[in-house]
């Protein structure tokens, strides 16, 4: 079938567009390349360059390319920056979707994959792995644009306009398996990418946010899910709504994590490196800790996780960053 992945050209969608075409999909990437980079785009795949809220150009796209799904990454993703740019975040993330919405029922095309977030959960629930029907309080703007991003799809899904599966990722990291891709953007703020960035001499230390939490060793618990178990999912959920599956959505993690203590520990173990870590205050909105419950996807897509291992998620990430340098 034919796929359009918006925002194929960034790290998740990337992984993504190459594992819709090893899945026998053809692929036509859209992107604006703000934050994307057109050599992250499988050779395979069709590249456009296009910005996601401009709905007449998208109509036209799908209907040349003959577009049979969607899959929706085209976002921006500093949650910071959100707090103080909030409206680039509403237009860009929530209207971006209205206009990916209003193109596709133009074009008549029903199925779309979304990107979502843990963010939409805020730190309400803390002390168990976080369902899908938790309740849903986010802490800043970019979890409100993909939470209203979430009701504009539910309601369009209601009024029979298109089909969802909302995908809530907890926190992504890694590189591919063969070495070839993986996080580009320099100034990504994951705590993984900038602690491989530490062991790789490119920062010169590591901040830690926060050692007084209520967990074990009193730093903030993630839960960390490999690039390309994660782009396996999506692949699964193209097919889940091409096959008529009704709209869905599902948290997407291991339901395990770990403390950023643990995790420093391993890049340090990964890359052989002993980069200064400086302590600091808590970050304003960060949950002590966010762990997925991802038994509705194992069970209702058939997920099965492939590489739920911190030590293989650190070292691809670390291999990746040495290749960049
Ligand atoms: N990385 C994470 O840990 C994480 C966690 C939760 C959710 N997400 C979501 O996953 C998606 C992808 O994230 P990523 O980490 O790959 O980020 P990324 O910045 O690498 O990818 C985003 C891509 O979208 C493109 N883009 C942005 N706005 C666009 C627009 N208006 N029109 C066309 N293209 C546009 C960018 O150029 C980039 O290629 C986002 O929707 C993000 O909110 C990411």
């Given amino acids: 079938m034919k ?4 925002g ?3 790290y998740i969608g990337s ?3 190459k594992c819709l075409l090893n899945a026998g999909h053809q692929v036509t990437v859209f992107d604006n390349l703000t934050t994307g980079f057109q050599q992250a785009v499988p050779d395979k795949a069709h590249f456009i360059r296009g910005d996601v809220r401009d709905a007449s150009f998208l109509e036209s796209v799908m209907k040349t390319e003959k577009v049979d799904g969607v899959v929706h990454f085209a976002a921006k993703l500093n949650v910071k920056e959100s707090t103080f740019k909030p409206l680039e975040y509403y237009e860009n993330n929530t209207a971006g979707v209205m206009a990916v919405v209003c193109a596709m029922k133009s074009a008549g095309v029903k199925p779309i994959v979304f990107s979502s977030t843990a963010a939409l959960f805020g730190d309400k629930v803390q002390d168990r792995a976080i369902q899908e029907d ?3 309080e986010p802490l800043n703007p970019y979890g409100y644009s993909k939470l209203m991003s979430e009701q504009v799809l539910k309601d369009c ?6 089909r969802y599966c909302a995908l809530r990722y907890f926190n992504v990291a890694g590189a591919s398996d063969d070495g070839q891709n993986g996080q580009r953007t320099a100034d990504a703020f994951h705590l993984i990418h900038l602690g491989v960035q530490a062991a790789v001499g490119k920062r010169s230390n590591l901040q830690l946010f926060g050692t007084d939490y209520p967990t074990p060793d009193g730093t903030c618990i993630r839960d960390y899910i490999h690039v390309e178990d994660l782009a396996e999912i999506h692949s699964l959920a193209v097919k889940y709504l091409l096959g008529g599956g009704e709209s869905n959505y599902f948290n997407c993690g291991y339901g395990f994590g770990y403390s ?3 995790v420093i520990q391993m890049i340090k173990k990964v890359s052989k490196t002993d980069f200064p870590v400086i302590e600091a205050e808590r970050r304003p909105g960060d949950a002590a800790s966010l762990v997925a419950d991802s038994r509705k996807l194992k069970q209702q897509l058939g997920w099965e996780p492939k590489r739920a291992d911190l030590e293989l998620i650190c070292r691809s990430a670390y291999e990746w960053e040495k290749k960049l340098t």
């Avoid at 796929?3 to 918006?6: D, G, P, Q, R």
């Avoid at 899904?157 to 298109?162: F, P």
Wanted: charged share 25%.
């Fill in 3 to 6: 796929i359009l992945v918006t």
């Fill in 8 to 10: 194929g050209a960034g």
């Fill in 15 to 17: 992984h993504t567009a």
């Fill in 134 to 136: 938790d309740p849903k």
């Fill in 157 to 162: 899904s209601a009024a029979g306009d298109i």
């Fill in 260 to 262: 950023v203590r643990e």
